[in-house]
């Protein structure tokens, strides 16, 4: 690594640390109804959006009541996504005449998009048509960055209040969300994109000569629009199949650092809107903390593993799927990040990463996207870990466990044992299943351990709601699609249901003043141990799954064997 390498680093999480507050205050004022500067320029939308569909915003439901409004509405966003990819070649804004699209691919996009995941089987530049790409997956980019966003202050509000069943009003979240931080950062972050070069227009394909005097097909589309929330919102659905990579996604250094910050933009702010909502930014900067230190250390072991030497590649820099204008050290940095905040956005090709970082970017994803995870999920996903924690520590010491005054009983260990279960569950049984049979072996581009960590990472990243892949796997099967498609469902909504009845059981019970035998947890201590229960309870569930894959591969690279 060189000097250059260490500022960018530095630069990029001194970015990161000094805009969270300033975010994380504004989007305090947002969810609690104060005044904000966006009011002028938005209020009148958000006004007219309740007036047109006859929601009383001061109206607030219990848990269930929440729970459906949400369900609901992903249901119907699923239902319109799926349809108008069925129907696709008969939808207007389809200048490359692209035909319709596969049900079973239909249904995997349609799921994708409706939980937040993004993953995408297909190429987008060949897939689908500009209708399909802007009606139906950019409003999901937003709406479902929203939901996420909306679960997470329904949560905050059952651990904040006392005595009541009352979580706040799921429409007004969504749209507060949607009008007040999503659109404005992503108008304004589209802008600067199509500055450096991302492509925004409506034009038909353009067909070029190239140097070799080859015919190329140079697609276009209105990119910088999608590119802009798919960061935001942690989608990362690419508009092209390259992904980040392709250079009318991602065309320049500034722009790169610009996608990659967004990235962990919200989620990382969040937290300190969470300090602020429950009456403490000691607790919103003890979870930053430990995100940052899971991130750091797991950045830290992915450079290490790629500036290594070993036999096959001896010292030369392991630069296979990686764009040189990038280089290794952004290529791993975007990496580590992308799969720590469930984005899933692609600079470089994580199959070709070496097994170290593959085997990072992997466990960034089955420790169930909480390292700021996608934005609301990851940190609702922390929040089950800390009430583990505390039940944990609790039995340590012989006490009641206590999380912000308020005592964690049977029911709230339950439902979090389900949360953390859900997504594990997702990722061995479907993985085991793709392991021993003829569909799920038939799609991969590698034998042995590199193509079980195929298969291990395409349903950590289904059921994490990731998006991203190892490339070898050739995922557009009805198999696949089928399969990837109910671990997304299961990944998604077997968190948010366990999440909001925690929330709701919370939400009624008795707020208990702190006393000198309270266990604190903002402070060092607690972030140890909270580090600790992550790991554990985590990772080391799927040790042994990671030893016959991307361990297995490390130690058999290191004899000069490849895969």
Do not use: C
């Not at 199959?351 to 466990?363: E, K, R, T, W, Y």
């Not at 206590?402 to 709230?412: T, V």
Request: avoid cysteine; charged fraction near 10%; hydrophobic fraction near 50%.
């Amino acid at each position: 690594m060189t000097i250059q390498d260490f500022i960018q680093i530095i630069l990029f999480f001194t970015l990161l640390i000094g805009l969270t507050p300033i975010l994380g205050n504004f989007m305090y004022k947002v969810f609690t109804g104060s005044k904000h500067f966006m009011l002028p320029a938005f209020g009148w939308l958000e006004r007219l959006t309740y007036k047109s569909s006859g929601i009383n915003p001061d109206e607030e439901t219990n848990w269930k009541s929440y729970t459906f409004n949400l369900l609901m509405f992903n249901l119907v966003g699923f239902i319109f996504v799926f349809l108008i990819q069925l129907f696709q070649a008969q939808l207007p804004l389809n200048p490359a005449n692209l035909p319709n699209v596969s049900w079973h691919s239909a249904f995997n996009t349609s799921v994708s998009f409706m939980t937040n995941t993004n993953w995408q089987g297909y190429a987008g530049e060949t897939t689908l048509s500009y209708f399909v790409q802007m009606i139906g997956l950019a409003v999901q980019n937003f709406v479902s960055a929203a939901t996420g966003i909306a679960v997470l202050l329904a949560l905050v509000r059952g651990l904040a209040r006392k005595t009541t069943d009352q979580l706040g009003n799921f429409w007004t979240d969504l749209t507060r969300s949607t009008l007040h931080v999503l659109l404005p950062l992503s108008i304004l972050f589209a802008v600067v994109l199509v500055g450096q070069g991302v492509v925004q227009n409506f034009k038909t394909y353009d067909t070029v000569q190239t140097l070799q005097g080859a015919t190329q097909v140079i697609p276009q589309g209105p990119a910088a629009s999608q590119i802009a929330i798919k960061q935001l919102g942690t989608n990362g659905g690419g508009f092209f199949n390259a992904n980040s990579a392709h250079p009318f996604e991602n065309p320049t250094p500034f722009s790169n650092l610009l996608e990659l910050l967004a990235i962990l933009l919200i989620p990382a702010a969040l937290t300190y809107t969470y300090g602020k909502m429950v009456g403490s930014t000691r607790q919103g900067w003890t979870i930053f903390a430990a995100m940052l230190i899971l991130l750091v250390v797991g950045l830290s072991i992915s450079l290490y593993a790629e500036y290594s030497t070993n036999p096959i590649f001896g010292k030369l820099p392991l630069m296979e799927g990686k764009e040189t204008r990038f280089g290794i050290t952004n290529s791993v940095l975007w990496s580590t990040s992308t799969s720590a905040a469930s984005n899933g956005s692609v600079n470089a090709m994580h199959d070709s990463l070496s097994p170290l970082a593959g085997m990072v970017a992997m466990i960034n994803l089955m420790l169930g996207e909480v390292i700021f995870g996608g934005v609301g999920a990851g940190l609702y996903g922390m929040v089950i870990f800390v009430i583990l924690t505390v039940f944990i520590a609790g039995l340590m010491v012989g006490r009641t466990p206590e999380y912000l005054g308020k005592k964690i009983q049977k029911f709230e260990v339950q439902m979090a044992i389900i949360a953390v279960l859900a997504p594990n569950i997702v990722i061995l049984l479907f993985a085991a299943w793709a392991s021993v049979s003829s569909p799920g072996l038939s799609s991969l581009n590698n034998a042995g351990p590199h193509g079980l960590s195929e298969i291990l990472y395409a349903f950590s990243s289904a059921a994490g709601n990731n998006g991203s892949a190892f490339a070898g796997l050739n995922a557009n099967t009805v198999f696949y699609n089928l399969t990837l498609g109910f671990g997304m469902l299961i990944g998604r909504f077997g968190i948010i249901v366990p999440v909001l009845a925690i929330a709701g059981s919370m939400a009624g019970k008795k707020i208990t003043p702190s006393s000198a035998g309270t266990f604190h947890t903002d402070n060092w201590l607690f972030i140890g141990l909270l580090i600790a229960v992550i790991l554990i309870v985590g990772g080391l569930t799927h040790f042994p799954a990671l030893s016959l894959g991307p361990i297995v591969e490390h130690l058999q690279m290191n004899n000069g064997i490849t895969f």
